[in-house]
C-alpha cells in the first residue's frame, strides 16, 4: 500500500521560507518521479514540480528560481524548498506519484503566506 506523507507546512510572512518534507512508502521511490500540486482555496489543483529519478527538475513558471526541489532516495523523501515565499502561494500542497496502477496522493500540509 502506497503512502505519502507531506509535513513541513505552517504560518509565514511574505519574503519567508519553509521546507516540506514528503516521505514515501509501499513504492519503489527511486524509480519513480515524483511531484508536487498545491490548491489554493476556490481554484483548482496546480501541478508546481516534478523531480524524476536521474535527479532533473522542472518547475511551474510562477515559483522558478524561489523554489527548489530535490530527494533523498536512501529516506524514500522528497523536499520542496520555498524561499521569498508570496501571499499567492498560499494553498494546501501535495505530494504525488504515480505508476502503472494508479495515482497516489498524501493528505496535503498547509502553506499560508501572510502579507
Known amino acids: 500500500q502506497v503512502q505519502l506523507v507531506e509535513s513541513g507546512g505552517g504560518l509565514v510572512q511574505a519574503g519567508g521560507s519553509l521546507r516540506l518534507s514528503c516521505v514515501a512508502s509501499g513504492m519503489s521511490f527511486r524509480s519513480n518521479a515524483m511531484h508536487w500540486y498545491r490548491q489554493a482555496p476556490g481554484k483548482q489543483r496546480e501541478w508546481v514540480a516534478t523531480?524524476?529519478?536521474?535527479?532533473?527538475?522542472n518547475y511551474v513558471g510562477s515559483v522558478k528560481g524561489r523554489f527548489t526541489v530535490s530527494r533523498d532516495n536512501a529516506k524514500n523523501a522528497v523536499y520542496l524548498q520555498m524561499n521569498s515565499l508570496k501571499p499567492e502561494d498560499t494553498a494546501v500542497y501535495y505530494c504525488n506519484a504515480f505508476d502503472a496502477f494508479s495515482q497516489y496522493w498524501g493528505q496535503g500540509t498547509q502553506v499560508t503566506v501572510s502579507s
Open positions: 523531480i524524476r529519478p536521474s535527479g532533473s527538475t
